[in-house]
């Protein structure tokens, strides 16, 4: 008779559950022409002045969108994919655009560059895969980030982050998903879709 009770509440709680979730509105967003991606509704882009006051970041990024509180970000940066145009990309004899194998082997390369930047670093996804017919390198992790607040005093961050890593068209591209580590729960599935929809 319990479990009978227990296998009724369940659909129950799973609408409970469903209802009581965030679920995020996104819109279609047109990055200089280049980039097509779901950007949350109620994110604002940052403007070049914002970035580097706010952020104090060393070279600006093609776009960067923020919640309200500035704590949830998205950012695209764009560059000119120096390897674009030589013979052998990564070991491979395809000119212009990198395969999946490329990436395979650049991917190494890419965690390491992770590693090195943050602390505590734990892996939840690491793969190659395609998002929209193009070949990109996805990581999803948790993190310790270390910085300076605005008054030059050292803090420590757990994050949340989805980077993604991409070539097209003789660019290079980084896109970066993070948010505070005590928010994962409300933003997993809002950055899966978002990660799904970039289209370069």
Do not use: C
């Amino acid at each position: 008779m319990k479990k009978r009770y227990l296998l009724l509440a369940i659909p129950a709680l799973l609408t409970l559950f469903a209802f009581t979730m965030k679920k995020v509105k996104t819109k279609r967003e047109n990055i200089n022409r280049r980039v097509i991606m779901q950007i949350p509704e109620k994110f604002q882009e940052l403007s070049e002045e914002d970035i580097i006051k706010d952020y104090g970041v060393q070279r600006v990024p093609l776009a960067m969108f923020t919640n309200e509180i500035g704590d949830v970000t998205i950012t695209v940066s764009e560059t000119i994919d120096s390897l674009a145009n030589s013979s052998l990309v990564f070991g491979s004899s395809k000119k212009h655009e990198r395969t999946i194998h490329d990436l395979e082997i650049e991917k190494a390369f890419r965690k390491s560059s992770i590693m090195a930047n943050f602390e505590k670093v734990t892996f939840s996804k690491e793969e190659v895969r395609e998002l929209n017919k193009v070949p990109f390198i996805i990581f999803e992790f948790d993190s310790k980030l270390v910085g300076k607040d605005k008054n030059e005093e050292e803090v420590e961050t757990e994050m949340y982050n989805y980077i993604l890593y991409g070539h097209r068209r003789n660019r290079s591209y980084v896109i970066n998903l993070a948010a505070p580590l005590h928010k994962k729960v409300d933003w997993k599935e809002t950055f899966d879709f978002i990660v799904n929809s970039v289209n370069i």
